[in-house]
């Protein structure tokens, strides 16, 4: 078991992401208010915090998570490496579609993120909705493989 240790979200591209103590996540917007929470395969982005902290490990400084733009930080768990895993969040469930793979975007805030998050989908995994609810930080995080 792991647990939901962030969750953050964005009102349009390249805006600054929000840091939330909680929120709901819908069929149809996912994290409520975030711009890319619309159906499909990219609906809800989650990062694992021991993926993260490797990635800055390897820089060599301490960066926010929020840099990375997903919008939920799991810590104590590793996500899973393939698609169609199921991740349950307090009430929510997430079906894992595919890696986010790391842009420019990520350079253009920390030079060299892009490459450190390249291996082993550091860069997080995206997911669509499969069970609305709301969520909080602090919630038990499980995952069905």
Known sequence: MG??????????????????????????????????GRPGKRQVTLLASSAWQAACDELGVEIPWTIRRSNLL?????LPQASGCVITIGEVSLKTTREVDPCSRMDEQVPGLTKALQPNWRGGVACEVITSGSVKVGDTVSIQE
Not at 8 to 21: G, H, I, Q, S, Y
Not at 74 to 78: P, T, Y
């Open 3 to 36: 647990k939901l240790a962030g969750i953050a979200r964005r009102e349009r591209k390249r805006a600054p992401m929000e840091v939330l103590e909680s929120a709901d996540i819908t069929l149809k917007s996912g994290v409520a208010s975030d711009f890319r």
């Open 74 to 78: 799991i810590e104590g768990i590793e």
